[in-house]
C-alpha cells in the first residue's frame, strides 16, 4: 500500500467546505508554548495576549467534542465522554517511557496529551477524521507537542513505516464488521513482544457468544458485534495473541457520558430505554465495556 499517495489524498479533506474554515480560522490564531498541565482535565495556562472570544469561536465552530475535558486558558471545553474516567482506570497498567505508542482512533487527542506525562520516545495517532484532527491541531497549537496525527485507520497500520510497543485502541472494535482481520491489523503493527490496550462493547456471559444487533446498538449504527469475553479472547486467539488479559469491565452511566453544551446531540440518557436503564433503546442488553491487555510473542 502507497501511504504518501493516502496521506496526499486525505490531506485534501481539509478543504472540504464544512473543514476549509475550521482551518483558515485556526491559521490566524497565535502560536506559543503553553504551560501545560496534564491531569484529568488537560489545562494551558499563558501569560500571553489571548483573545479568548476568537478561541471559543473557533472551538465551537469544531463542535460536537466528544473527548476531553480541555481547559484552554480558562475556556473549560466540557466534552460529552469523561475521558479522564476511563484514562485513570487504565493508568495503573501501563508505563510508556522510552516506548513508541500508538492511538487507533484517537479523537481529539485527549488520551495521546495524556501519554506525555509518561515520556515515551513517540507518540502517533490514527484517526480519518478531518474534524477531530482540526480539533486535535487547536489544542496542539499551544501544547507544541512532537505528536503525530495521521488520517489513517486501523487497516493502515500493516503498512505503517514503523511498529510500536504499545497500542491503545479504545472504543474501535465494535465498528468493524470484521473484527478478527482488525485484530490481526493491531498485531501487525505491534514490536515484538509489544502490548495492545482494548476497550469494547461487551455482553455478559461465560459462553463465546456475541450479540449481533440487527440496525442498531444505543442508537449506533456501526456496531456490528457485542461479544461476550470469551468470545473476544478467541478472537483475540484467532488474531494470533498469545496473552489475553482482563483487567476489568465498567457499566457506562451518565457519569461518564452525558449531553454537554459542546455537543448539541444526544446521548446516553437517549439511547437507553427510559423505563428501564439496563437495556438499550432496541431492547439489547446497556453498554458494558471490557478492557483487556493482549500481548504479541
Known sequence: MDLEAVRRERSEWMKWKNIAPLREALEKLPSFGAAVTLGN????KTEEPVDMAEVERIARMMMPWRKGPFDLFGLFIDTEWRSDLKYNFLRPHFNLHGKKVADIGCNNGYYMFRFLEDTPTKVVG???SALFKSQFDLINRFVKSDIVYELLGVEHLPFYEEKFDVIFCLGVLYHRSDPVAMLKSLRQGLEEGGEIYLDTFIIEGDEPYALCPSESYSKITNVYFVPTLKALE????????KSFEVLGTVRTTSDEQRKTDWIESHSLEDFLDPDDNSKTIEGYPAPIRGYVRIKKG
Not at 478467541?234 to 495473541?241: E, K, Q
Request: charged share 20%.
Open 41 to 44: 482535565t488537560v489545562e494551558l
Open 126 to 128: 490514527f484517526d480519518p
Open 234 to 241: 478467541n478472537w483475540c486467539l484467532r488474531a494470533g495473541f
